[in-house]
């Protein structure tokens, strides 16, 4: 072969009568022999005229993706403008921090799968980055990696990185849709970044004929900025792990729980700067806890610095909250059926609000070993706050309260609860 970077070894196959000429591993003659390329290990995508002087490297990556298992992207800057539709059993790779896909056209989308009928399992994607500066006028979830439809297995998508910089596109980096019936198992998102995105990465599985048939969401180590939402994990899925995620400056949420999450856990994430709500649990009707305890583990997360925002969580059920270090503008915000949740050993700081912890129509909730403080707030109303007649036997005990100048804690609307042995930071036993 004449072309530099598609040379090699081809050895003529006589008993193939039937493949087509990909360009990179089979040759046909005119004659209609067939040659099949002598290798060993990936195959490199300039075989398939993957170049970076190619206007458009979907097509010539489409045909790379389809007729090999393993492809690697040499290093440099690609155009990209047709998007390249993924199949089961292939991993996509690139030296990390070394390949960049520009999606500087009308598309906003790298790689895609829609094929419901088909499941979708064994892929990987590991070590592109992304340029996302598309000139299409869209806002929504689909972006670089979209996969809407199939049931999907063993799906990994690692150490990549994706930068947004459209003013007309805003969408999402990753997105996982898993339509009604459809499943998902094993799906890894870790060691990834991304900026400027609409969401870093986006899980939905439908209101399901049979709940929870979405399973095993894990998205670690990922650092998304400035996107408005870092990780959002919505609907019917039992097993979710998101941890040791940093995000800052996601201007609605930080991590969002959603609909029917069942065995979920949050832990060893780090939140920094700007957010409406750092956390913000949305349950839905039978949430985490209600088909078995403990619910929801949240463990370990703490605010670098002083974060704007507040921890917010909605029909949290059997939650169990555990060692985190939250310095925030805002308070933690508890309601709807967060009932016989747990708070242990938490630091829990307000910096602005004139009460630090809201409670409203939520029973059952035990705060054990936390430090609870509004200390530097003028005009302090009170530190906890219990409201609501459902708001029945919340407890109090065992930690140490720094209240500004209002109350420590105060009861409305037919709350009630119990509080003893609380103590200040200097170790006196506080009296209501």
Known sequence: MSDEDKMGVFALDVNDKQSKDNTGLTLVTANGLRYKRVYAGAANAAWFNVTTSDPDIGPELQNAVNSTDLVVIPDGEYTQLTKVVLRSNVTIRANPG???????????????????????????????????????RVEGSYGPITIDGPSVKNLTVQNCRSVHTSPTANVNWFFLKVQPGKVTDNIVITNNYATGARMGAEFISQRQPVPYLGKDINVTNNRFENCGFGISVAGSFDGVDVSSNYLKDCPTYGIEFAGWLHNARLGNNRFEGRFISLFAGNWENDGDGTISSPGMHVYDNATVGT??????????????????????????????????????????????????????????????????????????????????????????????????????????????????????????????
Do not use: H, P
């Open 98 to 136: 070394k390949v960049t896909l520009k999606l500087t056209g009308n598309e906003y989308i790298s790689f895609q799968n829609y094929w419901q009928e088909q499941n979708l399992q064994n892929v990987t994607i590991d070590g592109i980055n992304w340029l996302v500066a598309s000139t299409a």
């Open 307 to 432: 974060c704007t925002g507040k921890w917010q969580v909605r029909n949290g059920y059997n939650m169990f909250m555990e060692n985190n270090f939250l310095t925030m503008t805002g308070l933690l915000d508890l309601s709807g059926a967060t009932n016989n949740a747990q708070f242990v050993n938490n630091r829990i700081v307000s910096i602005t609000e004139n009460k630090v912890i809201q409670i409203n129509d939520v029973s059952n909730l035990t705060f054990a070993g936390n430090y609870i403080s509004n200390e530097n707030v003028n005009n302090s109303w009170l530190t906890i706050i219990v409201n609501g007649r459902t708001a029945t036997n919340n407890v109090f005990y065992n930690n140490i309260i720094v209240k500004s100048s209002g109350s420590l804690i105060g009861a409305g609307n037919g709350a009630t609860y119990r509080f003893y042995n609380n103590f200040d930071r200097n170790g006196a036993l506080l009296t209501l």
